[in-house]
Nanobody, 121 residues
Framework: QVQLVESGGGFVQAGGSLRLSCAAS????????MGWYRQAPGKQRELVAT???????VYADSVKGRFTVSRDNGKNTVYLQMNSLKPENTAVYRC???????????????WGRGTQGTVSS
């Protein structure tokens, strides 16, 4: 089994910052891409940012320049530093990872349960 557990959500005022973490654990041989998605009330889930093992990143246009995704490959952990937060960034943030499990021959996608980030105006 593989588990992704997020932490670091919370409540902040507009202009503030939050730092999210997501640690993957279990029978992991390697992890390819890791990233963050979010879903706001009444809206579809959307990509926030992803990062490969080599450090290549992709960001949603709406967060470029404000959010930074990073990872610690040795700890199987991905981070999301969110600065200059806006009320429209309020959402449940979920971690995602493409994992090669020990003894498996292909990648499988895993999701965390999510962590709430709330930004007040």
């Amino acid at each position: 089994q593989v588990q992704l557990v997020e932490s670091g959500g919370g409540f902040v005022q507009a202009g503030g910052s939050l730092r999210l973490s997501c640690a993957a654990s279990g029978s992991i041989a390697s992890i390819n891409s890791m990233g963050w998605y979010r879903q706001a009330p009444g809206k579809q889930r959307e990509l926030v940012a992803t990062i490969t093992t080599g450090g290549s990143t992709v960001y949603a246009d709406s967060v470029k320049g404000r959010f930074t995704v990073s990872r610690d490959n040795g700890k199987n952990t991905v981070y999301l530093q969110m600065n200059s937060l806006k009320p429209e960034n309020t959402a449940v943030y979920r971690c995602n990872a493409d994992v090669l499990r020990t003894g498996w021959e292909c990648l499988a996608e895993y999701w965390g349960r999510g962590t709430q980030g709330t930004v007040s105006s």
